[in-house]
């Protein structure tokens, strides 16, 4: 039903599924990053919990919307293939990171009343951004790939895994830019955009690439899937086990794994 609905509005072109995609994961994360307008204190084990659930569907879409369909799709050398476009996915995140220095902001950090920025909480909170704007970029090839594909139902899996991530994530770097001074509702809105000029240019060169050579679509899938993989296990699992709430994480991620297996199958 998801899917015919999908069809109706965006047609029949990959790319313009893609674009169409792209536009709803970034709206997700502006969705996210406005949530602390009306949720204007939520505490670091919320975040938590919350960041774990992220990074369940994002592992769970890594293996049944990326690795596993790319193996099947490239046939006889698939898994050599996914696990080339693998290992391209994490070299690249990770000379991304050696790039951008790895920065951890204290999303609940103390509350500035003078509504001012120093230097010193710009400073962490810019390199904060920008790795989470680098960290953007793997999810909407992602999706990109998954439509590009041909596979509807794949890419809309991977939309809806991308864009549930993307919920908490566009709240807990909202937060951390709310606590460093920045107005909330200027903020609010500067997520949502900045994850949209990353997310989307993505998403439509990802379902372009491969349409033009389908032969690229195992490498594609293997690197869009290695790159999720990487800033799951270097960012989200570090940061939200390194505030004493890591039941809580690993609840919120377990919770993750099942919603978007769920998700899968029901789309498949």
């Known amino acids: 039903m998801l899917e015919t609905w999908f069809v109706d509005v965006a047609g029949s ?4 599924q893609a674009l169409v995609a792209g536009a709803v994961i970034a709206g997700l994360n502006l969705l996210g990053a406005s949530l ?21 569907v994002m592992l769970a879409a890594s293996f049944t919307s990326l690795i596993l369909p790319g193996i099947e799709l490239g046939g006889q050398n698939g898994l050599l293939e996914v ?10 995140l990770d000379r991304a990171d050696r790039w951008v220095p790895h920065v951890h902001v204290l999303i609940t950090g103390r509350k500035r009343s ?4 120093s230097e010193a909480d710009l400073a962490p909170l810019l390199l904060f951004i920008v790795a989470i704007t680098i960290h953007n970029m793997p999810e909407g090839l992602a999706v990109g790939v998954g439509f590009g594909s041909g596979n509807v139902a794949e ?21 951390a830019a709310v606590n460093a001074g920045f107005d909330r509702t200027s903020y609010a809105a500067l997520t949502g955009i900045r994850a949209g000029l990353v997310e989307i240019p993505m998403v439509l060169l990802g379902a372009w690439a491969v349409t033009v050579s389908s032969a690229l679509l195992p490498y594609a899938m293997g690197f869009a899937a290695g790159g999720m993989l990487f800033v799951i296990s270097d960012e989200i699992v570090p940061e939200t086990h390194s505030n004493g709430h890591e039941r809580v994480a690993t609840m919120g991620l377990m919770l993750g794994v099942v ?5 899968d199958v029901s789309l498949a």
Do not use: K
């Open 13 to 16: 072109d990959p790319v313009v």
């Open 114 to 117: 003078d509504q001012t920025v």
């Open 36 to 56: 602390v307008l009306v949720w204007r204190d939520p505490s670091q084990r919320s975040l938590d919990g919350a960041l774990g659930f992220a990074a369940g």
């Open 155 to 175: 890419g809309l899996s991977l939309m809806l895994a991308i864009g549930l991530q993307n919920i908490p994530e566009g709240l807990a770097v909202s937060v």
């Open 259 to 263: 919603v978007m297996l769920y998700l």
């Open 83 to 92: 696990i080339a476009g693998i290992a391209l996915g994490v070299l690249v």
